[in-house]
Nanobody, 121 residues
Framework: QVQLVESGGGLVQAGGSLRLSCAAS????????MGWFRQAPGKEREFVAT????????YYVDSVKGRFAISRDNAKNTVYLQMNSLKPEDTAVYYC??????????????WGQGTQVTISS
């Protein structure tokens, strides 16, 4: 079955950086676009960024463009999110999932436990 294990979150000050990782299994990783989503307290989960199946395509929501960079390593079945110039509004639990390109929604109904990112002002 699909397994997604996120890691790398933490507590950092505004302006700092974090690198998130997501190890995937249970499906053919290299066949799918992958992405990151986040859920802030009291809000719905939202799409953040996606990378195409072989890394040649990336797309970001406006709020993270120029600050976040998504990448993947198909040999390791892992997707990454490098987050720079972090802001308090980036505080959320971050999740990864395969992504349906075009509407940028999650492909799989199952989610990992997520990784908490907290940015202090």
């Amino acid at each position: 079955q699909v397994q997604l294990v996120e890691s790398g979150g933490g507590l950092v000050q505004a302006g700092g950086s974090l690198r998130l990782s997501c190890a995937a299994s249970g499906f053919t990783f290299s066949d799918h676009a992958m992405g990151w989503f986040r859920q802030a307290p009291g809000k719905e989960r939202e799409f953040v960024a996606t990378v195409g199946s072989h890394g040649g395509y990336t797309y970001y929501v406006d709020s993270v463009k120029g600050r976040f960079a998504i990448s993947r390593d198909n040999a390791k079945n892992t997707v990454y999110l490098q987050m720079n110039s972090l802001k308090p509004e980036d505080t959320a639990v971050y999740y990864c999932n395969a992504v349906l390109l075009g509407n940028y929604i999650a492909r799989f109904g199952s989610w990992g436990q997520g990784t908490q990112v907290t940015i202090s002002s």
